[in-house]
């Protein structure tokens, strides 16, 4: 987990949340929240002590706390580990040599 100090340096050296994120394996609404104790959904109304905390940003955060989905099925990896799985599987083989599995037929 990173820590508040490793965020807030990527941040004093001119990354954004997102890079940050990217650079410390986490999402960059987590390295909001790292860096500054507040959540980056903007729930919550934060003091004015709050917004005087290192790293707080002054403009809306909720475009940290949703990142884009990513859709695992069109993925090499997910292929591969199906893929592996599905040959290592007695009844997965036993169901192609049977021509089973391929699904609706033409008539």
Do not use: C, F, H
């Amino acid at each position: 987990m990173p820590t508040r100090e490793q965020v807030l340096a990527l941040l004093d050296e001119g990354l954004g949340y997102e890079a940050a994120g990217r650079s410390l394996g986490v999402p960059a609404g987590q390295a909001y929240l790292i860096a500054t104790g507040l959540p980056a959904d903007g729930s919550g109304s934060p003091t004015p002590e709050d917004l005087r905390r290192p790293g707080v940003s002054a403009t809306s955060t909720q475009r940290l706390s949703n990142p884009p989905a990513r859709n695992p099925t069109t993925s090499d990896t997910v292929r591969a580990w199906i893929r592996a799985r599905a040959q290592g599987d007695a009844q997965m083989q036993q169901a192609a040599a049977a021509g089973q599995g391929k699904g609706p037929s033409s008539s």
